[in-house]
């Protein structure tokens, strides 16, 4: 009690006279105190479809075999979130790096500080996401108590619906029944996934409006909050400054997809966040053996030219 007293009169004065050289050492310890310090490089990995390895060397039953580059089995998949899983790893999605790390206008919960990100994203909303992937999902969840929250672009002018777009993509019953069990951040791509470089300014606003008013019309009696549809991924990774313009319009940031990766701490567009593109090439150990490599500091980060 006394001390304490003591310190309160005394504070005033001892600040005043506080140590340079102090200050400094609580600098340097800043990032090992737990005071909301988290890793300043987020990988932002890029899915399309999630298909069966078995099925990959005959013949797809859904999709052309040009189109299988694009894809990534679900038992590498599931290596990869049983890794992510097991190393603690904080899944992201749009609004969680929008509000914690690009904006920073909400506090990291403690839960969450120092702890390894990754935002995982799957564009085209291809039907696989539902019958691989969720399935895996739903799998580790019962085994490791653990909720894996995967974000996907989706452009609603391309879903399944009965008016004879075939079922090799999603259906909106089949996004909300994502949403609902908690795993899926559904976000815009586009109403049709047209190249927005390559279209008319009036064209690009309906391309990003339509996709907008149809993802919540979707998803409307389950997402009270609009979170759905609030962050966009350019289709084909392609932006210009007319494009940026509008999407700043309608959207809170802008998704590239250019194979490089996010520092979050010198991010200076949030319209233009990297994404890393991830294909059946590369193995779920490769992946992570990648992600390991990742500069863990900023200043790492200028030397690799990830931050300019
Ligand atoms: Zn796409």
């Known amino acids: 009690m006394t001390e304490d007293n003591n310190d309160q009169v005394t504070n005033s004065s001892r600040s005043k006279s506080f140590p340079i050289s102090v200050f400094f050492l609580l600098v340097m310890m800043f990032p090992f105190l737990n005071l909301g310090y988290n ?3 987020i990988p932002i990995l890029g899915f399309h479809g999630i298909v069966d390895a078995k099925r990959v060397n005959t013949k797809s039953k859904f999709r052309q075999s040009s189109q299988l580059d694009m894809d990534y089995t679900k038992q590498e998949m599931e290596k990869l979130l049983e890794y992510f899983i097991k190393h603690d790893y904080w899944f992201l999605t749009t609004q969680d790096l929008y509000d914690y790390f690009l904006t920073k206008s909400k506090e990291i919960p ?33 085994k490791y108590g653990k ?17 004879g777009i075939p079922a090799t993509h999603l259906r909106c019953q089949e996004l909300r029944d994502g949403w609902k069990k908690g795993f899926f951040d559904i976000q815009s791509h586009g109403d049709k996934h047209k190249n927005l470089t390559e279209i008319s300014e009036q064209q690009i606003v309906s391309e990003l409006l339509l996709a907008r008013i149809k993802l919540r019309k979707c998803l409307d009696d389950l997402d009270p909050e609009q979170k759905v549809a609030s962050h966009l991924a350019y289709p084909y990774g392609a932006a210009n400054k007319t494009v940026a313009k509008y999407v700043a319009k309608y959207y809170l940031s802008g998704y590239l997809y250019n194979d490089k ?48």
């Not at 909720?147 to 008016?163: E, M, R, W």
């Not at 150990?285 to 992600?291: C, N, V």
């Not at 863990?296 to 030397?303: L, P, R």
């Open 39 to 41: 890793p300043p490089t």
């Open 110 to 142: 403690y839960a969450y500080r120092n702890k390894q990100t990754i935002m995982l994203t799957f564009d085209d909303g291809y039907k696989t996401v539902y019958t691989n992937l969720l399935p895996i999902l739903s799998k580790l969840e019962n």
């Open 147 to 163: 909720k894996i929250k995967v974000v996907l672009f989706i452009s609603p002018g391309t879903l399944a619906n009965d008016d």
């Open 261 to 308: 990766l996010l520092n979050y701490t010198c991010l200076k567009d949030n319209y233009k966040i990297p994404r890393l593109m991830v294909n059946s090439t590369k193995s779920s150990q490769e992946l992570i053996a990648m992600i390991q490599d990742f500069p863990t500091d900023t200043q790492e980060s200028f030397k690799k030219g990830i931050c300019k």
